[in-house]
């Protein structure tokens, strides 16, 4: 289920292969030969994205995440409006539609559409699957399903070096990566929907149906007994259940627009860092394939570490300490020769690894500051805006052809504004979530 993020690895997999021995070039005027030792395909390859081209190289990606940008945004309106699970599935239907058509483009404007549709359909299992673990757990387990969900990243990323290694063609390559969302969508019939939105959407008898089943798995049974519809009627948390809430409610308020100001910076540095260092994979002249691995590698103990602090410390202190630690990283990386790849290789792993810690606190900080009426479409909105850092990300390391440090420096500055922002948000560390945008007021 979880292997379709490979989809995304993939664009900044590919997108890498690119002149990493450092050696000039010339215009060529007979066309081009490829060295296929290592990929028998490639975007590049296939199109000669290279040399004067390469900038288009780099467009692929912005493409693929210009799409998810703009889909987090859309996906994250429909799940408040129509539910999370139907949301969901439209999801997957379009993402498996539009990834094996991108497979199968032999023209590179077909493909830039396809890989534009895919992204946008994507963004929907990203940022749906977190709201719905969240919502329905407790306080003290908040943390655990919000790691344990974003494992599948981690792992996805593990498996994409080994996925490649045999797979080296980019479209079978892709269609290897699509092809376990029809396992997501025959697994999507056991995904419950969630309470929460159902109560404040008038439909308590799902709501009472969904909560029977997880006392029945949980063995508190004798819970629901009193636990009426009747009674979750009475307990609807809308003030006006005819309300229907829109993208204008998260700048409505004092409190509101706050927090869609700050979240949106936290999430813009967060991601644009995190891809700037992804995008920069083949920058340590190691091999791609192991270098990748290690990144993977090292996101499973940065997540570890991530689960057993963030009670103890907090949300916020972890949350800036992370990417401002990421930053340094990069900052430091860039004043180091470029000869000395294993300094670098080093340091660029353990940005990773920072990097992918403040990526997972900042997904579940993040819906545990949004109230639940407006849960989905705040975690849409910084979704977009996160998403609007990883389509700059390859824009910016564009600036390279300017001064070689440049893209670091900037990645770097990013990450200091977003742990800032930090700073100025309220700790959720076991606090009860917030129901309503009036909730948002008083705390």
Same mark, same amino acid.
């Given at each position: 289920?979880?292997?379709?993020?490979?989809?995304?690895?993939?664009?900044?997999?590919?997108?890498?292969?690119?002149?990493?021995?450092?050696?000039?070039?010339?215009?060529?005027?007979?066309?081009?030969?490829?060295?296929?030792? =290592?990929?028998?395909? =490639?975007?590049?390859?296939?199109?000669?994205? !290279?040399?004067?081209?390469?900038? !288009?190289?780099?467009?692929?990606?912005?493409?693929?995440?210009?799409?998810?940008?703009?889909?987090?945004?859309?996906?994250?309106?429909?799940?408040?409006?129509?539910?999370?699970?139907?949301?969901?599935?439209?999801?997957?239907?379009?993402? =498996?539609?539009?990834?094996?058509?991108?497979?199968?483009?032999?023209?590179?404007?077909?493909?830039?559409?396809?890989?534009?549709?895919?992204?946008?359909?994507?963004?929907?299992?990203?940022?749906?699957? #977190?709201?719905?673990?969240?919502?329905?757990?407790?306080?003290?387990?908040?943390?655990?399903?919000?790691?344990?969900?974003?494992?599948?990243?981690?792992?996805?990323?593990?498996?994409?070096?080994?996925?490649?290694?045999?797979?080296?063609?980019?479209?079978?390559?892709?269609?290897?990566?699509?092809?376990?969302?029809?396992?997501?969508?025959?697994?999507?019939?056991?995904?419950?929907?969630?309470?929460?939105?159902?109560?404040?959407?008038?439909?308590?008898?799902?709501?009472? #149906?969904?909560?029977?089943?997880?006392?029945?798995?949980?063995?508190?049974?004798?819970?629901?007994?009193?636990?009426?519809?009747?009674?979750?009627?009475?307990?609807?948390?809308?003030?006006?259940?005819?309300?229907?809430?829109?993208?204008?409610?998260?700048?409505?308020?004092?409190?509101?627009?706050?927090?869609?100001?700050?979240?949106?910076?936290?999430?813009?540095?967060?991601?644009?860092?995190?891809?700037?260092?992804?995008?920069?994979?083949?920058?340590?002249?190691?091999?791609?394939?192991?270098?990748?691995?290690?990144?993977?590698?090292? &996101?499973?103990?940065?997540?570890?570490?991530?689960?057993?602090?963030?009670?103890?410390?907090?949300?916020?202190?972890?949350?800036?300490?992370?990417?401002?630690?990421?930053? #340094?990283?990069?900052?430091?990386?860039?004043?180091?020769?470029?000869?000395? =790849?294993?300094?670098?290789?080093?340091?660029?792993?353990?940005?990773?690894?920072?990097?992918?810690?403040?990526?997972?606190?900042?997904?579940?900080?993040?819906?545990?500051?949004?109230?639940?009426?407006?849960?989905?479409?705040?975690?849409?909105?910084?979704?977009?805006?996160?998403?609007?850092?990883?389509?700059?990300?390859?824009?910016?390391?564009?600036? &390279? &052809?300017?001064?070689?440090? #440049?893209?670091?420096?900037?990645?770097?500055?990013?990450?200091?504004?977003?742990?800032?922002?930090?700073?100025?948000?309220?700790?959720?560390?076991?606090?009860?979530?917030?129901?309503?945008?009036?909730?948002? &007021?008083?705390?």
């Amino acid at each position: 289920m979880v292997l379709c993020i490979l989809l995304g690895n993939i664009h900044t997999f590919h997108t890498n292969i690119k002149n990493i021995t450092g050696r000039p070039t010339v215009p060529c005027q007979n066309g081009w030969v490829y060295d296929n030792a =290592t990929f028998k395909s =490639t975007l590049a390859t296939d199109w000669d994205l !290279v040399c004067d081209n390469r900038r !288009v190289n780099r467009a692929t990606a912005t493409i693929f995440f210009v799409g998810v940008m703009l889909g987090a945004a859309v996906f994250g309106y429909l799940s408040d409006r129509y539910g999370r699970k139907s949301t969901l599935l439209v999801s997957y239907i379009f993402t =498996t539609i539009f990834g094996f058509a991108s497979a199968f483009s032999y023209h590179f404007a077909v493909f830039a559409v396809m890989r534009f549709l895919t992204g946008f359909a994507i963004s929907g299992v990203n940022i749906i699957a #977190l709201v719905l673990g969240i919502e329905w757990v407790d306080i003290k387990h908040r943390p655990a399903v919000g790691i344990f969900i974003s494992m599948d990243w981690s792992v996805c990323t593990l498996l994409l070096p080994v996925a490649a290694y045999f797979v080296n063609d980019w479209r079978y390559l892709t269609i290897t990566a699509t092809a376990p969302l029809f396992l997501a969508m025959l697994s999507w019939w056991w995904v419950p929907e969630s309470a929460r939105w159902l109560i404040n959407n008038g439909k308590v008898n799902n709501a009472h #149906l969904y909560l029977s089943k997880c006392a029945k798995v949980n063995r508190r049974e004798q819970f629901m007994a009193d636990l009426k519809p009747e009674v979750l009627s009475k307990a609807k948390l809308l003030a006006n259940e005819n309300r229907k809430y829109s993208y204008l409610d998260l700048v409505k308020t004092p409190a509101m627009r706050r927090l869609t100001l700050l979240t949106g910076v936290l999430w813009f540095g967060v991601a644009c860092t995190y891809y700037g260092i992804s995008l920069n994979v083949a920058g340590f002249g190691v091999n791609i394939y192991l270098t990748q691995f290690i990144y993977g590698t090292i &996101e499973i103990p940065a997540k570890n570490f991530v689960f057993f602090v963030l009670n103890k410390i907090g949300r916020r202190l972890n949350q800036a300490g992370t990417i401002v630690l990421t930053g #340094l990283c990069i900052i430091c990386n860039m004043l180091v020769p470029q000869d000395m =790849t294993l300094i670098r290789t080093a340091i660029g792993t353990l940005g990773k690894m920072f990097s992918e810690a403040s990526f997972v606190i900042v997904s579940l900080y993040t819906a545990e500051l949004y109230p639940t009426v407006m849960r989905q479409s705040g975690m849409g909105y910084s979704s977009f805006m996160a998403l609007t850092g990883v389509s700059v990300s390859p824009l910016i390391m564009v600036l &390279e &052809e300017v001064w070689l440090p #440049l893209p670091s420096l900037v990645f770097s500055l990013l990450a200091f504004a977003a742990g800032l922002s930090v700073c100025l948000l309220s700790e959720t560390s076991n606090v009860s979530l917030p129901e309503t945008i009036e909730d948002m &007021e008083f705390r």
